[in-house]
């Protein structure tokens, strides 16, 4: 496809391939193991007329329910590629094209260092929200913990993507001028 005479193709890509990064499931399945046990107390509790367990059966089904929108296959995952960025939690997914990102960067809240977006306002979502109401975090969206690669060199991997949208956008633009 060609927009004022530059043709997007991939080869003003970067050579990035897609990445796609999941949940460490270990916590997941350690509480699934704790809800099934507490589950099954309380339906011990309720058989023998004690009102009680009716709370422990509603509060750990609940708990299997959340842990198993972590655990299923495609359930959960953080997909980065030169063209966009796709988050899918408890199979929801949502896409970020590159030339809806305004900036990202690594933010900490105590211990944990996560990856931060800001989103520009061509991205129509109602995650782009006025600066005020951001987050602790000072960006629109978080990415998620999920194992395989560390924030720096996350954030080194999509900031090459990123510069390459910016890259195109000025190449467009200025052959529009």
């Known amino acids: 496809m060609s927009v004022a005479g530059i ?5 003003d890509l970067p050579e990035i391939p897609t990445l796609r990064f999941t ?3 270990t916590r997941s399945i350690a509480v699934l193991v704790f809800s099934v046990l507490f589950l099954a107390i309380g339906i011990e509790l309720v058989k023998d007329g004690v009102l009680e367990g009716l709370l422990l059966v509603v509060l750990f089904s609940l708990a299997i329910v959340a ?3 972590v655990i299923l296959p495609g359930a959960c995952f953080v997909e980065i590629d030169p063209e966009e960025i796709t ?5 929801r997914r949502k896409v970020y094209r590159w030339d ?3 900036r990202i960067g690594i933010f900490e809240v105590g ?3 996560r990856i931060g977006v800001d989103l520009n306002a061509k991205y129509p979502g109602p995650e782009r929200v006025p600066n005020y109401m951001k987050s602790a975090s000072g ?6 913990s999920m194992s395989g690669m560390e924030p720096d060199g996350l954030l080194e991997v999509m900031q090459k993507c990123f510069d390459a949208s910016v890259n195109r956008r000025l190449e467009v633009e200025k052959m529009k001028s």
């Not at 960006?139 to 998620?144: E, Q």
Request: glycine share 0%.
């Open 7 to 11: 043709e997007n193709t991939t080869e």
């Open 23 to 25: 949940p460490d499931l």
């Open 67 to 69: 842990c198993l929108s």
């Open 87 to 91: 988050i899918s939690s408890s199979f």
């Open 100 to 102: 809806q990102v305004e």
């Open 111 to 113: 211990i944990i260092r």
């Open 139 to 144: 960006f629109h969206i978080s990415l998620p």
